[in-house]
């Protein structure tokens, strides 16, 4: 039976790279002083639809959505901030401390999608979220943070920071009256689900993907020329502040972002001109929507199936050297070893030391290929001879040096060398 469409199984080098890279991006968020959290894959449905939005693609087409034994009406995540913002607000993690609070969590999403290169139906996410502080720092800070990801992986230079502002959701509401005003002339032009975000939410026409060519949307109004002057002031400041910073970016005006939530400043950091690995923005009102609590937020999510592809891409030969080592091959050449094998492979283990054993009679020549395949450091080998004489053979199978050592306390000698 095959996994189904749109999944695919982690195992082997795949699953060494994937956590190489989600552990490099809990180090940094650590560096942050970002906490860890975990919210459930499931969540009710209606979280999605106060969250997420009734309007986004996600929501209208991309869930997976059931009823449960008790008839609740239970979606998997499509995203993980909805379910991070329900935990800060159930668990009254805003009531505990201080003025900021800033969480990272790494795990599963699920959307409906028609699956292609860097689009599956189950993937990982890897996010931040920042609750608290409404200053263009905060802004900044997690901006930076997403950019030091991407220098940290090295891919910089094929990764581009597209930033946007759409203001609040009141000039937004303004502003979609305005597009609509605008696209309705061309709706005989556009595709299948521009003809309903016309009236859902004209925003998203201008980054239709399959549209994005049309005049209609290069010559559309433009949302900047409708914000008011403390949306665009608060724009021009992260802007200036970026550049102190270094941080190199171009301005996209058709950048909306699929989620309804955002408020004022969105990004995305996009690969290779085609896919977007990092997306975020500001949502301040979205905690008070479902908590009654005024509490800013800004935040963004990385696709880890597409970093982990951008990064596989980038360092071919970096990639290639990740391999599973182990530091000890046990070879039992007779019945009476492995009990032996079992209390030194514990003793050793218990230092941290990673350990193996087969123990299916299959030779010295059978084990050696298996220790060479899993890239051990050493081959202890215990057979008649050893036991009788009470002795092991120890092979360093990258000098090839051979020694016998004592079978009472080989261990500590392994130790010993290892250091
Ligand atoms: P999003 O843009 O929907 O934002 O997703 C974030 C990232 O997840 C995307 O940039 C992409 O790399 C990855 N992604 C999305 N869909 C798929 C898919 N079907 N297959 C593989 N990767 C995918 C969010 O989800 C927001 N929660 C981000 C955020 C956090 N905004 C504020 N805080």
Redesign the pocket.
Known sequence: MEALR?TYDLYDKEILIHMEIVNTLKEIAQTYNFDEIKTPLIEKTELFSRT?GNSSD?VRK?MYSFLDKGDRNISLR?????GVVRSFLSNKIYGKRQSQYKFFYYGE?F?Y?R?QK????Q???F???MFGDETVYSDVEVILMASSIIKKLGLENKVKLKINTIGSAAERRLYSDILRNHFKNYKDDMCDDCKSRLEINPLRILDCKIDNNKEYIKDAPQLKNNLNTSSLKRYAEVLVLLDDLGIEYEEDTTLV???D??NDIVF??VYDNT???????R?DTLVDEIGNINMP???????????VEAFKEQHKEYVSTIEKTIDVMYVGLTEKAYPIILKSMNKLREEGVICSCLYNKSGLKGNLKEALRLNSIYLVIIGEDEIEKGEVTVKNLITQEEQALKLANFEEDILNIKD
Do not use: D, K, N, S
């Not at 937020?297 to 970093?307: D, H, K, S, T």
């Open positions: 749109g997420t996600i991309e499509p995203e993980l901030t909805a999403a959307r999608e699956p860097g689009r599956y139906r993937f990982h996410q996010g931040v979220e972002r699929g989620l939530y955002y995305e950091f896919h977007t690995l990092i997306g975020g923005g949502y937020a800004i935040g963004f999510g990385i696709g880890i199936e597409r970093i």
